[in-house]
C-alpha cells in the first residue's frame, strides 16, 4: 500500500482560508487518531489498523510541518510590527509548536513502525497526548488569535500571506 500526503488547502488565495483548512482537518483527523488508538487497545493491532497508522504518520509529518512553517514564515512575519499583545501570542504560539513536535515525535515513532506497538495502554496515551495538545493549540489560535488577526490585515496582506504559503511548498517539494 502507497500512502500519500494531501494538502488540506487547495486554494491559496486567502492565507486565513489555508489555515482554516489545515485547522478542520486536525480537529476531524484527531477524532479518527483518537478511535483508532482506542480500537488497537480494544482488538490488538489488524492489517488495517497499521495501515491506518501508517497513513497518520504520513499525513501529519507532513501537514504539521507544513503548518507551523506557513504560520512562522509566513503569517507571523506580517504581525511583527503590532502591539505587545499580539506579539506575546505569538510567542505562546511558538512555544506551542514546540509542545506539539515533542509529542508528535514520540507518536510518530509508533505510528511509523506499527509492528513496533506493543503496549496498547502506552499507545493509546500517546495519541491522547497529542491530540489535546494540537486540539488547544487550535482552540487558542481559533478563539483568541484569528480573531486579531482578522482586526490587523487588510485584504493585500491576507492574499499575500497566501502566495507565500503557497511558495513554501513550491520551493520545499
Sequence with gaps: MEFQFT????D???GLHVLKSY????????VRLLVLAKEIK?????ESSANQCMDMYCHYSHA??????DEEQALFPAL?????????MIERLMMDHEEIEKTWDLLAEKLSNPQMINDFDQFLQLAIDFEKIQREHLNREDEDFS?????????GQ??????????LRTTNS
Excluded at 480494544?42 to 489488524?46: D, L
Aim: net charge neutral.
Design 7 to 10: 494538502d488540506p488547502a487547495t
Design 12 to 14: 491559496f488565495s486567502n
Design 23 to 30: 485547522h478542520e482537518d486536525f480537529i476531524a483527523r484527531g
Design 42 to 46: 480494544q482488538k490488538g493491532m489488524s
Design 64 to 69: 504539521n510541518h507544513l503548518h507551523h512553517k
Design 80 to 88: 511583527l510590527e503590532q502591539s505587545t499583545l499580539v506579539i506575546g
Design 147 to 155: 480573531p486579531r488577526v482578522k482586526e490587523i490585515l487588510n485584504a
Design 158 to 167: 491576507i492574499e499575500q500571506i497566501g502566495r507565500k504559503m503557497s511558495e
